[in-house]
């Protein structure tokens, strides 16, 4: 088994690079993320994940160890497949996808192509326990309690502009802490963003 390859990117094509090792070219398919990191015409080292099937030998490449094992684990889920499980790493960093179990998101895991609903369910329900030990999982407090009144209209409205719903929500109950009992919607919304951008 194929567990490293240290060569020139030759080429970087969607979804899918060729490495050059001495001479021999690999094709080797790995998330936008990685494909974001590797320099094309240089030397780079790409940690692989070999899957060997009665019809094709696959070559998966990941440029830091921590996707790697999320990747691993995520393809133990009945229903993700390598193609799905990249879908996922390209859209969710290990630190965001351990959040978004950690919160219970949904709805961040549906916005990845190829997992619906159900999946999406299947994904948290299964990973749930799991995520806390996984590579970035340390850094992550179990989820918190969903925020009531101002908070939750100031939590509706950063999701409505785009923010991910563990960021925005961790940020709502940071200002709620900071400002107490009875702030208004307007000073958490405005104080939430400011906690965001920094």
């Given at each position: 088994m194929i567990a490293r390859l240290t060569g020139r990117v030759a080429a970087l094509e969607d979804g899918s690079c060729?490495?050059?090792?001495?001479?021999?070219?690999?094709?080797?398919?790995?998330?936008?993320?990685?494909l974001a990191a590797l320099p094309t015409?240089?030397?780079a080292v790409v940690?692989?994940?070999?899957?060997?099937?009665?019809?094709?030998?696959?070559l998966y490449g990941f440029a830091d160890p921590a996707e790697r094992e999320w990747f691993r684990l995520l393809t133990t889920v009945q229903g993700v497949g390598a193609k799905v499980a990249l879908n996922v790493l390209s859209a969710?960093?290990?630190r965001e996808l351990v959040a978004a179990i950690a919160a219970g998101d949904r709805a961040a895991l549906t916005r990845v192509p190829g997992v619906g609903a159900r999946l999406a369910v299947r994904l948290?329900?299964?990973l749930h326990d799991k995520a806390g030990?996984?590579?970035?999982?340390?850094?992550f407090a179990p989820a918190l309690p969903p925020p009531a009144g101002p908070a939750s209209d100031a939590l509706s409205a950063l999701l409505n502009l785009g923010y991910?719903?563990?960021?925005?929500?961790?940020?709502?109950?940071r200002v709620?802490?900071?400002?107490?009992?009875?702030?208004?919607?307007?000073?958490?919304?405005?104080?939430?963003?400011r906690e965001l951008a920094s």
């Open positions: 060729v490495l050059d090792v001495n001479g021999v070219g690999y094709l080797v398919h790995a998330s936008t993320r990685t015409g240089e030397i940690l692989i994940e070999t899957q060997v099937r009665e019809d094709a030998i696959t969710l960093s290990p948290l329900t299964e030990t996984m590579p970035s999982g340390a850094a991910r719903r563990p960021e925005a929500q961790a940020a709502v109950a709620a802490a900071r400002l107490g009992a009875g702030s208004a919607l307007d000073a958490l919304i405005r104080e939430s963003l």
